[in-house]
């Protein structure tokens, strides 16, 4: 079973959001089912797969799952997701490097009010964002074998260009497998492709809408900090 199905398996409708991702603790799947604002939680779950049935109990759902055909799956009908995924986020650590202070701020904001409750490094130019990760500098007393879970790298940096930044982790054993997301101003088709190129995993532009950021930072943290599976922890030889 993939995720695709499991979303598929719990299509939009009746619900404000179907939240999917992986249990890294128990294994297995959490579904976490927000009901829209004007309906009563005891649920109808609509399915691609079937017609639509109506559940008083995450019991009778999870039976139902199973005579589809999907096993091993959680229901939470009570939208506490946050509360529910947080506790898998709160070991994780996410490198910001970002130098406009309102940008930082509004980040860290986003964060917080999606209850992503990670330990969030900031760095605000290129050469201290590779000093964090290199332990140099200011960082020389850090373990560089303890690597971040994420990368938010912004492109326009002072002393060394993002995309200068990347390519110095992509080139290294201990960091080039580190998830990194270009999360910048600039939609300038050079910068893209030279992202890309240099082994980005995402380009993102920033919106301007608060509202839209702090989802798009919702989204990133649930796929990256949850749902996306790392490779085995790796070490240089």
Same mark, same amino acid.
């Given at each position: 079973? /993939?995720?695709?199905?499991v979303?598929l398996?719990?299509? #939009?409708g009746?619900?404000?959001k #179907?939240?999917?991702f992986r249990?890294?603790v128990?294994? !297995?799947?959490?579904? *976490?089912?927000?009901? $829209?604002?004007d309906?009563?939680?005891?649920?109808?779950?609509?399915?691609?797969r079937?017609?639509?049935?109506?559940?008083?109990?995450s019991?009778?759902?999870i039976?139902? *799952?199973k005579?589809t055909g999907?096993?091993?799956?959680? =229901?939470?009908?009570?939208? /506490?997701?946050s509360?529910?995924?947080?506790?898998?986020?709160?070991d994780?650590?996410?490198?910001?490097?970002?130098?406009? &202070?309102?940008? =930082?701020?509004?980040?860290l904001?986003?964060?917080? %009010?999606n209850?992503i409750?990670?330990?969030?490094v900031?760095?605000q130019d290129g050469q201290?964002?590779l000093?964090?990760l290199? #332990?140099?500098g200011?960082?020389?007393?850090?373990?560089?074998?303890?690597?971040? %879970?994420?990368i938010?790298?912004?492109i326009?940096?002072p $002393?060394v260009?993002?995309l200068e930044?990347?390519?110095? /982790?992509?080139d290294s054993d201990?960091?080039?497998?580190?998830?990194?997301v270009l999360?910048?101003?600039s939609?300038?088709?050079?910068?893209i492709?030279?992202g890309?190129?240099?082994g980005?995993?995402?380009?993102i532009? $920033? &919106?301007v809408?608060?509202?839209v950021?702090?989802?798009?930072i919702?989204?990133? !943290?649930?796929?990256w900090l949850? =749902?996306?599976?790392?490779?085995p922890?790796?070490? &240089?030889s």
């Amino acid at each position: 079973m /993939i995720e695709k199905d499991v979303r598929l398996l719990f299509a #939009a409708g009746h619900w404000y959001k #179907a939240i999917v991702f992986r249990d890294p603790v128990e294994g !297995g799947w959490k579904v *976490c089912l927000v009901p $829209k604002e004007d309906q009563n939680p005891q649920q109808i779950l609509d399915s691609k797969r079937g017609h639509p049935r109506l559940f008083k109990t995450s019991d009778a759902a999870i039976q139902w *799952c199973k005579e589809t055909g999907f096993q091993n799956v959680t =229901i939470q009908f009570d939208g /506490i997701y946050s509360n529910t995924s947080s506790k898998y986020m709160k070991d994780k650590t996410v490198l910001l490097v970002e130098d406009n &202070p309102n940008d =930082i701020e509004l980040t860290l904001r986003a964060f917080k %009010n999606n209850n992503i409750k990670s330990n969030i490094v900031v760095t605000q130019d290129g050469q201290e964002a590779l000093d964090y990760l290199f #332990a140099g500098g200011e960082y020389q007393s850090r373990n560089s074998e303890d690597v971040p %879970n994420l990368i938010l790298l912004d492109i326009n940096l002072p $002393k060394v260009s993002g995309l200068e930044v990347l390519k110095t /982790i992509r080139d290294s054993d201990l960091t080039r497998f580190i998830p990194v997301v270009l999360l910048t101003t600039s939609d300038e088709n050079s910068d893209i492709i030279s992202g890309y190129k240099l082994g980005s995993n995402s380009y993102i532009k $920033k &919106p301007v809408n608060f509202q839209v950021f702090s989802d798009m930072i919702k989204d990133l !943290g649930q796929y990256w900090l949850q =749902i996306n599976t790392p490779p085995p922890n790796f070490r &240089p030889s």
